[in-house]
């Protein structure tokens, strides 16, 4: 499945844009959003893999919103305007579609998200089955072990990997969201808004914390569930 946000200011476009989307097998509708700061809101919480995305809002247009993205998701644009297609093209938007926009035309837009999607996912589990990755320390291209990953904490636009053959951190400049992509949801689990830790590292959980030994991570509510399903009997 697909997950996927649906932004625009018009709330009857906003209903229509929805309603095509439940439509859609294979999408997974995770909000919808009234302007790009709602939207920013959701791709912090959580891992989203398509915006439908309206360009003419107000406060932050959907260009700049795009622009403010380290690592965006897929994009479909759906605005009123043909003029900024260029524009929107130059994001790497997969398709830009102008309102009205018919259901035919709408699926064929996810049908190329869908074949874009298969090809990110086919890429990331090449990563995962050669078990490590590179990250960019330092103006060169450093090697990470997944299996030696003990939790990774972000820091507004960078990340720090902690390793356990390693006393200090690998710091590198991308999002969360970005280097979750990169690991498997059964491997590692997200216990707060900073943390990332691996799973096979956790020693007890206790209320609001993570134990990996002689380390304590701190386990927010939002994340509670997502690491209870994982060990869980």
Do not use: W
Request: charged share 25%; aromatic share 10%; glycine share 4%.
């Amino acid at each position: 499945m697909i997950n996927c946000i649906a932004v625009d200011d018009e709330k009857l476009v906003l209903d229509l844009l929805v309603d095509n989307i439940q439509q859609v097998p294979f999408l997974k509708l995770a909000a919808r959003c009234k302007n790009a700061m709602e939207a920013a809101e959701i791709l912090h919480k959580e891992k989203v893999d398509l915006i439908f995305l309206d360009i003419q809002m107000p406060g932050l247009n959907g260009l700049q919103f795009v622009q403010t993205l380290k690592t965006p998701p897929i994009i479909i644009f759906v605005t009123a305007y043909k003029e900024h297609a260029l524009e929107g093209f130059e994001l790497d938007a997969i398709d830009y579609l102008l309102k009205p926009v018919s259901f035919e035309r709408f699926l064929k837009a996810c049908n190329k998200a869908q074949e874009l999607f298969t090809l990110q996912q086919k890429a990331g589990q090449k990563e995962e089955q050669a078990g490590y990755f590179f990250v960019y320390v330092e103006y060169k291209q450093v090697k990470v072990t997944i299996a030696d990953i003990l939790y990774i904490e972000g820091m507004k636009d960078y990340i720090k990997i902690f390793l356990a053959s390693s006393s200090k951190p690998v710091i590198t400049k991308i999002s969360m969201r970005h280097i979750e992509e990169k690991l498997s949801p059964y491997r590692f689990v997200r216990t707060h808004k900073s943390y990332i830790v691996a799973v096979d590292k956790i020693v007890s959980v206790k209320r609001d914390l993570v134990n990996l030994g002689n380390i304590e991570l701190p386990l927010s509510d939002n994340f509670k569930p997502g690491l209870t399903k994982l060990i869980s009997f």
